[in-house]
């Protein structure tokens, strides 16, 4: 093993108690073996899963612990500490940046591929929702180091990329997913993209990337600054939803309906019946925005049936998505930074949570904490 010398013992982490109960730690370091490693955690995005968290309103089972947890599950950092097994199984050593991957898993089985760490028969967990008290703890990464399990995912990712441009990998590998992978999005598509936020941006971004003829985002007017980078990053049009029903508009714009329809709008049960309505025929329909239990979504069945749809629920990305998001990121093909609009220090989570949560009134599109900055 290299590289543990010149590491502290203990490390600050924020631990999740319980639903709105986050509170600044010191947890040792762990004692690695020659198959995990240790990360100094860099930067660590942040999603709506994170607020839902925090909230309590993740629902716990085998690979999802909520609580009590060090939470995050998006990081980047710096290999500071690797058993010989892993530095060579991982193809990375003492000082490299990587992208880590939230679940860990074989990452080689045909589950681990489709990103269904459920039937991986190695089984495995997801990072910032393991439990505290599993050994060794460190399992997220609101926290200055972290734990890296044997079974982990990583990819080097260039050093020299911003923080806050590299940080973009997971939102942008569920946009590569969801706007182009997912649906087979190609140059003669017509996009319509529900909810303008960082993965309706990334969807976006894939859309565009797979060639897409035509890409419409819509959004509500409290997300005007969004739908503004929408169309600097390359929209075709956008449109604001409040209290209209969009789709004689997104027909008209398309001239007779959109081929790909990716809904990432959370908890609007209207969204289904727009986004078949929006539809041409043939017309492939990606769902990956949850509703909510007890929301009574108005079903279509005949349209689909009329229209020949494909319908596409979506909950996280497969593998070779994280890696081309990776590869994305450097080439600098997209300003993909510009999404980033907050940073905090690792002691101020929790206003990290309320910003991206939209509830302190700031623009926030994607938000991340840097344990070590402040
Ligand atoms: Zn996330
Ligand atoms: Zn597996």
């Given amino acids: ?29 762990p004692q690695l073996t020659e198959d995990d490693a240790l990360l100094r955690v860099e930067i ?22 909520p609580f009590p947890s060090v ?5 980047l950092g710096l290999i500071a500490a690797i058993g010989s097994r892993a530095a060579e199984r991982w193809a990375v050593d003492v000082g490299d940046r990587v992208a880590v991957r939230s679940s860990y898993g074989c990452g080689r089985c045909a589950a681990c591929l489709d990103f269904d760490p459920a039937r ?8 910032g929702f393991t439990h505290v008290d599993t050994a060794p703890g460190l399992w997220g990464a609101f926290s200055e180091y972290m734990y890296l399990h ?9 050093p020299h990329i ?49 060639g897409a003829s035509q890409v419409i985002v819509t959004g509500l007017g409290s997300d005007q600054h969004k739908l503004e980078l929408a169309s600097e990053l390359g929209a075709n049009h956008t449109i604001v939803v409040d209290g209209i029903d969009p789709t004689d508009q997104v027909l008209e714009l398309t001239s007779g309906g959109a081929s790909v329809v990716i809904d990432t709008t959370p908890f609007f049960e209207g969204a289904f ?14 769902l990956a925005g949850l509703k909510g239990a007890g929301v009574s979504a108005e079903l279509v069945p005949d349209e689909i049936v009329y229209k020949e749809l494909s319908v596409r629920g979506v909950l996280s990305m497969p593998l070779p998505d994280f890696h081309r998001a990776c590869e994305l990121i450097e080439t600098g093909r997209y300003p993909l930074e510009r999404l980033h609009t907050h940073s905090f220090p690792l002691a101020q989570a929790e206003q990290a949570i309320a910003t991206l949560a939209g509830r302190t009134g700031d623009r926030a599109i994607h938000v991340a904490i840097e344990p070590w900055s402040g």
């Fill in 1 to 29: 093993m290299t590289g543990r010398d010149a590491l502290p013992d203990v490390a600050r982490a924020m631990v999740l108690r319980g639903p709105g109960a986050l509170e600044l730690a010191e947890l040792p370091l």
């Fill in 44 to 65: 660590c995005g942040l999603c709506g899963t994170d607020y839902e968290q925090f909230d309590g309103k993740v629902q716990s089972n085998e690979y999802y612990k």
């Fill in 71 to 75: 939470p995050g599950h998006e990081p």
């Fill in 120 to 127: 991986c028969p190695t089984r495995g967990g997801t990072y």
């Fill in 150 to 158: 044997p079974l982990s995912v990583v990819r080097k990712l260039d």
């Fill in 162 to 210: 911003p923080a806050s441009l590299a940080v973009m990998f997971n939102p942008l590998a569920a946009g590569l997913s969801w706007g182009a992978s997912v649906p087979g999005t190609g140059p003669a598509d017509k996009v319509v993209i529900m909810g303008p936020g960082q993965r309706g941006l990334c969807s976006l971004v894939a859309a565009l990337d797979a």
């Fill in 273 to 286: 019946k727009q986004a078949v309505g929006m539809c041409a025929r043939r017309g492939r329909i990606v």
